[in-house]
């Protein structure tokens, strides 16, 4: 572990931050300049969705400039997220020991993909489905026209908690090798996680029995995969303990 004194570590935070920065707006720049693209193929899943004749409507004034910039701007930092990673690691890194090092790793990169394929499954499986459920639900005579600020909110939260809900088996893992609890634990407490799953299903999720299910039933699976890994990671748990 190495040491390095405190305008050292403030410099080379700013370092960090600055090419953090530099990346986002790299991508952020052609991005922008097919905004309007981006944002018609985007919202594909709610334009098959509405009625025939249905449409999108713009509320705020601003909004038809200010929702593909905002769409552009997330979409920017999501593409960037390897890179963000990789920079918050370069920065902590030379603080870990050999061991913390290896194990850290694996669990980065399995944190980018699984919360990529948490976003992916909520834009491609998910939503369609949501879409379809709540206009097919909507009172006679009702004409459904969303606004697009409003498309963009709901969207973006729940891709994001569909991302931060599929990092689950790294966060089993890592309770198993910080020591806090065992696979053995868990594994007598899979009834109550499985509650826990239907229950961040419901407060993560529109009130309808779909789209809670669609999570928390992903969210068992992906706790059973992290339960199966942390007994492989179990006894470097044990030997990191007795290295101290």
Known sequence: MNSMPLTRHLLELRQRLLRSV?????????LFMFAGDIYTLLAQPLMQALPEGGSMIATDVTGPFLVPFKLALYLSMLLAMPFLLHQCWSFVSPGLYRREKRFARPLLFASVLLFYFGA??????????????FISVAPQGVAVMTDIGAWLGFTMTFVMAFGMAFELPVAVVLLVASGIVTPTVLAGGRAYVVVGCFVAGMLLTPPDIISQ?????????????????????EPMADDSEALS
């Open 120 to 133: 992916v499954f909520a834009w491609f499986v998910v939503m369609p489905l949501l879409f379809a459920f």
């Open 213 to 233: 299910s669609l999570l928390a039933i992903p969210m068992w699976v992906l706790f059973e995969v992290g339960l199966l890994c942390s007994r492989w990671v």
């Open 22 to 30: 530099v990346a986002v707006v790299l991508i952020f720049i052609p």
